[in-house]
């Protein structure tokens, strides 16, 4: 039997018992339906989530150091650290934070957080200017007296969050400052207010005056250098410098031995995609309950067809159709039927996930998560549709092959 001559049939005899096809195919969609809805949706949360922790995220390592006797690390040495680790960095930064009073010509004095860094910093952080652009190496050298606002910031000084700020000052402390920059509002900083001033600047106008001014340190690792690597390395390194003990796996060292902790954003992104893929086998094992259960109903379909056609397959045999021909006859009815209802399934889970994700969205504080349909999800999504037509339609098609055409043509 030619191709063009079994695809005809096979829609034919589909198309005969509409309903009871439409029906059959209900457990199909369902499943389909469940298992890209879930996956986008998953997959969506996940992007949101990668997209906040910062572009280059995945190259970022924390480090967390206090000598013995609770001796703060300074800028002389991170620069020295630096360069004893150049190999294994691009380059180092620090940054400090601290609170101050902040205001603009159009707003009230508010207490919001002061981060202090260089240029450098927001490279580490992932962080990217949407309006202006952030600080040079020049005006951190200078002590400039410019700012970077975060988008919540904009928003709490300006009035709007998409307002153009840029060329504009505003007051820190007892000093004005002309805003630079602001950045993307989806960016790390989130819904935090934040200001960032250089570390010069700070260093001299407002951190000298606040003994709690914290530093932190970042590095950013070298293109796809080990990140477990680097980070044991600059573990080792630091705890010879500055004769810290090994970590104490019950809380680590005290304020007198020293304390050192290194933490890369990879193995936080490493942690999220093993999480992600217990959701998506979660979500394969719900759906796979509906697909069974259509698998089943295709079954029970096909083999009532096979019965409603005996007489047509002992004709069909008695003119010299093969057991083969049979087969695949009923073989393509089987998969035809899940490959229709997989594409509706596709299309209902796409819809789905839209509507799942604005809930999702407003409840877990993401407002524009957007479900992900990548292409493995859809070839995953055929495969199963063919696979499910193949494993439950093969026992009726070698049923309605195997029947004797004499007897079929005597069926009544």
Known sequence: MKARDLAYETGSALLANRVRSLLTILGIVIGIAAVIALTSLIDG?????VGQLGLNAARTVEIVCWPPNNRQLTEADVATMARDLAGDYDFITCSAYARSSVSSSTSTSEEMDITACDEKFFEARGLKAEKGRVFTAEENEESSMVVVLGGASVKKLFGRADADAVGKTVRIGNDTYTVVGTL????????????????RTAKVRL??????????????????????GVAERTDSYLRTKYNIPEADPDGGGSSEEGYCYISTAQSMLDQLESTMSSFRLMAFAVAGISLLVGGIGIMNMMLTNVTERIREIGLRKALGAKRADITAQFLLESIA?????????????????????????SSLGYENLVPVITPQTALV????????????????????????????????
């Open 45 to 49: 949360m996940r992007a949101a989530i």
């Open 207 to 228: 951190i000298g005056q606040q003994s709690g001014a914290m530093l932190n340190i970042f590095g950013f690792a070298r293109e796809n250098a080990d990140i477990y």
């Open 184 to 199: 993307e509002s989806d960016s790390i900083q989130g819904d935090w207010c934040v200001a960032y001033i250089p570390y």
């Open 337 to 361: 039927i899940c490959i229709v209802g997989g594409v509706i399934g596709v299309a209902v889970g796409y819809g789905a996930a839209w509507l799942l994700a604005g809930f999702a969205g």
């Open 381 to 412: 999504a055929a495969g199963i549709c063919c696979g499910i037509g193949v494993l439950f339609g093969f026992y009726p098609a070698r049923r309605a092959a195997r029947l004797d055409p004499v007897e079929a043509l005597r069926y009544q």
